[in-house]
C-alpha cells in the first residue's frame, strides 16, 4: 500500500499518528530532510482539518500549502486533525467534550512524535488562530518543544475578540446586542439558552460547544505569552478581517522578548488579500489555487532556522 506521496518541492508526506484517549489522533508528516527542523501546524477554531478547511466555507487549503512551502525552505512539518474529527474522529466520542488543555496536551504529544521522526530533540508548535492560544498554552511545559509561533493568534481574552470582530462587519449590528448579553453570561460560566438568541448567533452559542467555549473565554493568551521560557514569534497578518493587529501588540507588549513580524497585505487565511474590500478578501478563503503568502513563510523559516 502506497503510504506516502510526492509534493511539487519533491519532499515525501505520509501519514503519522500519536495515541489518544480512545483511538489514535493522525496527522500528515511532510519530511524536509534528514534532521531538518520540524514543526507542527496547530489548527484554528472549529472543525478545521489538518489541511486548513472547513465545512463552513474554508477550502483555501491554508496549512497544507504552508507545509509546502516551509518543506521547500528546509523545515519538516506535521499538519494534524484535532481529536474527535476527521481522521482524528475515533479518538473521543465527541468532539465537542474538549478543553483547551485537552488540545494542549495532544499539541505537546504532537511535539515529541514529530521530534522522533524528524530525528531532532524538540519541535516547534505553529499555531494558527485559536491555535496559538493552544500553543501558547502547550508551551508552558516546554520539555520536547523549541519554540511557539503565534500565527494571526489571539492576544486578547476571547470575549474582547469576538466583540470585535462583530462589530467589523456593519451587517451585525441587529446582533450585537443579544451576542452581547449571551457572552456576559458564558464568561460568568452559565450556560444560555441558544434557542433565544438570533439564527445567526446560532453556531457561535450552539448549547453542544457551550461548555467548551465558557473554558475558551477564561483563557488570557497574553498571560500565557508573558510566561513562556522558550522563544515566540508572532507573525501578523495586516489584512486579517477576524484578528486584528491588537492582539499581536499585546501579546509583544506581554512577553518583550517575542519577535513580531506583521505582513501587510496577508488575510487571515494567509493569502493575499485586500485590507479595504472585505469581499475580495473573503473570496481568498475558497481558493486553494492561491499560495500562502511568501511573507509569512519566509519569516517562520527565518526565525525557525535562526533558532536552532
Not at 496549512?63 to 519538516?76: H, M, P, T
Not at 519554540?147 to 462589530?167: D, N, S, T, W
Not at 505569552?225 to 509583544?252: F, K, T
Request: hydrophobic share 50%; with cysteine; aromatic share 4%.
Amino acid at each position: 500500500m502506497m503510504i506516502s506521496v510526492l509534493l511539487a518541492a519533491g519532499v515525501a508526506a505520509a501519514p503519522i499518528e500519536v495515541p489518544g484517549p480512545n483511538g489514535p489522533l493522525q496527522g500528515t508528516f511532510v519530511d524536509a530532510a534528514k534532521g531538518a527542523p520540524v514543526a507542527v501546524i496547530v489548527p484554528g477554531s472549529g472543525p478545521t482539518d489538518r489541511n486548513g478547511n472547513n465545512p463552513m466555507g474554508v477550502t483555501a487549503a491554508p496549512y497544507r500549502l504552508l507545509a509546502e512551502a516551509l518543506a521547500a525552505k528546509g523545515i519538516s512539518t506535521v499538519r494534524i486533525d484535532k481529536r474527535g474529527m476527521f481522521g482524528s474522529k475515533g479518538a473521543i466520542p465527541d468532539a465537542n467534550k474538549v478543553t483547551i488543555a485537552d488540545y494542549a496536551a495532544d499539541a505537546r504529544a504532537w511535539a515529541k512524535a514529530a521530534a522522533a521522526k524528524a530525528g531532532t530533540k524538540c519541535a516547534w508548535l505553529i499555531g494558527h488562530s485559536e491555535g496559538g492560544l493552544i500553543a501558547l498554552t502547550a508551551g508552558q511545559q516546554h520539555d520536547g518543544i523549541c519554540g511557539v509561533v503565534a500565527l494571526a493568534a489571539p492576544g486578547r481574552k476571547l470575549g474582547a475578540v469576538i466583540r470585535e470582530q462583530l462589530k467589523a462587519n456593519p451587517a451585525n449590528a441587529p446582533l450585537l446586542e443579544p451576542a452581547e448579553k449571551a457572552l456576559i453570561e458564558l464568561e460568568a460560566g452559565r450556560m444560555v439558552d441558544a434557542t433565544t438568541l438570533p439564527a445567526p448567533l446560532a453556531p457561535l452559542f450552539n448549547a453542544s460547544v457551550q461548555p467548551f467555549v465558557i473554558d475558551l473565554l477564561a483563557k488570557d493568551p497574553a498571560a500565557l505569552a508573558a510566561s513562556l521560557s522558550v522563544p515566540l514569534l508572532i507573525v501578523q497578518p495586516g489584512a486579517d478581517l477576524q484578528v486584528s493587529i491588537s492582539n499581536a501588540q499585546a501579546l509583544v507588549a506581554a512577553q518583550p522578548k517575542a519577535k513580531l513580524v506583521v505582513v501587510p497585505g496577508v488575510n487571515h487565511v494567509l493569502k493575499a488579500a485586500s485590507a479595504t474590500d472585505r469581499a475580495a478578501n473573503m473570496a481568498t478563503y475558497a481558493d486553494p489555487s492561491l499560495p500562502v503568502a511568501p511573507a509569512v513563510v519566509d519569516a517562520i523559516a527565518g526565525f525557525v532556522k535562526a533558532k536552532r
